[in-house]
């Protein structure tokens, strides 16, 4: 049939439908059917929406709505016999049969009797499955249309379903599995959300906390949120300043694997952080990741840097690059790619950004940075988008395929992380790198989720230092 056709809906008077007349309609029932029809309805009976669970009920699988399939009818008459303008009166279904995901139901209409005197007819309704079995039977009663309709299909909305964040979150806490709790110490937490992300780490079995800051006032604030201090431990220091220096001075003894910002600046954590007599730098210079969850994109996505370094030089932008593809290395993904992100997908003079992405091409290519696939400059529709790089002839093993996006600045990583957070519904954690510990640096406005989903990255990040050669 022609696409013209298909976007015609015509119905079928009551004077063009005779008794015996009928027509059909088939449709397979795949598993966004079934969610779709839960959220529609509301029925999230865990039959159909509860793997788990419907492997213990008597059907051993997940199965349909019977309703799905008896909203089949609905479509058929009120669709195509007799089509538009057709006013149901009544509807009675049994249900003989479940549906499962994958059977294909063909339901079928026939005229069984008219009413001349008010343009009533009544319909015997049948469904069976592929095997031929009936899953559903009854009957439906309808005002008939009495004028010729043939109008254009109606263009509805697309309806895309996406994993929830908090399924995502409990995927992304998945990378802990079997690692022990680590030494974790909190720095100032005297604000809800850090407070509360702190103890919901510890509850998950990621961490053993400290938490560094005036005790009096955390214990105050836990009291009055109805939350247990089980299992944490206590340094009192008076302000948030001291939390900082004693915090830092915590993992550079090694008493604690991590440490995690509380409710103070991320300047002031940083600053004695980066302290060349007493912090914990190394050799590699410190940088941060927002590791996003984004519903729209199949893989993980790194964005780097959009916290620490403001405007980083191209030996600093090689660090950055070294320190995400050695987390993207103790995060499985084997051969990270790296998208070296500017305004323009070639090279200009006038634009840094390029000259710096081509550079660091070649230092890949080089050996001086190690263990991923590096292309740039790509503009970031190229990096994760295959279309749109195929449009432009960008042939790349990276463009469309990104793991890692490098980002000229702070201010462009930092709206860019915080649109997908706000704009896509991204999930989202965040980690500072190249210091002697992992830190978890989220924003002050971050939930509690945000903050223990980032300090799953560190449990994983402190695990692979204790293993030999790290």
């Given amino acids: 049939m022609s696409e013209e056709f298909h976007d015609i ?41 509860d793997p788990e669970y419907a ?44 549906v499962r995901i994958g059977d294909t139901l063909t339901v079928t209409v026939t005229c069984q009797r008219k009413f001349d005197h008010n343009h009533h ?3 015997d309704c049948i469904c069976v499955n592929q ?27 697309e309806i895309k379903l996406s994993t929830t964040k908090t399924a995502r979150y409990e995927h992304l806490l998945e990378i802990t599995r079997g690692l022990a709790p680590i030494p974790l110490a909190v720095i100032h937490p005297c604000d809800a959300e850090s407070l509360k992300g702190a103890l919901q780490a510890r509850d998950r079995g990621l961490v053993d906390p400290t938490l560094v800051g005036p005790e009096e006032k955390i214990r105050k604030l836990a009291e009055e949120m ?16 001291a939390a900082a220096e004693s915090g830092v001075a ?39 990741v927002f590791l996003m969850d984004v519903p729209t994109y199949p893989r993980p996505l790194m964005i780097t840097d959009a916290a620490v370094n403001v405007a980083p030089d191209l030996p600093t932008k090689a660090d950055i690059v070294q320190n995400a593809i ?15 992100l500017a305004a323009v997908e070639t090279v200009n003079p006038k634009m840094p950004a390029t000259l710096d992405a081509a550079a660091l091409c070649k230092m890949a290519d080089r050996g001086q940075i190690k263990g991923g696939l590096l292309d740039g400059p790509l503009a970031f529709d190229n990096a994760i988008s295959v279309v749109a790089a195929r449009t432009k002839g960008i042939k790349s093993v990276v463009a469309g395929q ?18 997908l957070e706000y704009l896509a519904d991204a999930l989202s954690a965040g980690i500072v790198l190249g210091a002697r510990v992992p830190i978890v640096l989220t924003s002050r406005a971050d939930s509690a989720q945000t903050r223990t989903a980032s300090t799953a990255i560190a449990v994983v990040m402190a695990h692979a230092k204790r293993k030999p050669g790290k």
């Fill in 326 to 340: 050695d987390l993207a290395r103790m995060l499985k993904i084997a051969e990270p790619k790296v998208a070296l």
């Fill in 55 to 98: 492997r213990s009920s008597q059907f051993r699988e997940v199965v349909g709505h019977g309703m799905w399939g008896g909203m089949l009818f609905s479509n058929i008459l009120g669709m195509q016999f007799p089509g538009p303008g057709t006013v149901y009166v009544d509807q009675s279904l049994h249900f003989d049969r479940s």
């Fill in 250 to 288: 915590l993992a550079r003894e090694g008493v604690v694997e991590a440490l995690m910002k509380g409710s103070l600046h991320t300047d002031e954590l940083m600053s004695e952080v980066i302290d060349k007599a007493t912090g914990l730098r190394t050799e590699r210079r410190i940088s941060h």
């Fill in 121 to 123: 007819i009544l319909f």
């Fill in 9 to 49: 809906i015509e119905n079928r008077v009551y004077a063009e439908i005779e008794v015996g007349d009928s027509a059909t309609l088939a449709r397979t029932l795949r598993p966004e059917d079934i969610q779709l029809f839960a959220i529609i309805s509301g029925d999230m009976n865990p039959t159909h929406v």
């Fill in 402 to 419: 990104a793991d890692i996006l490098l980002v000229p600045d702070i201010e462009s990583g930092n709206m860019l992380a915080k649109q």
């Fill in 226 to 241: 109805g939350l247990n201090l089980y299992g944490c431990q206590f340094l009192d220091v008076p302000h948030s300043h």
């Fill in 131 to 157: 095997d031929g079995e009936r899953v559903i039977r009854g009957s439906a009663e309808v005002v008939a249309p009495i004028e010729k309709i043939r109008r254009a299909r109606a263009t509805l909305p």
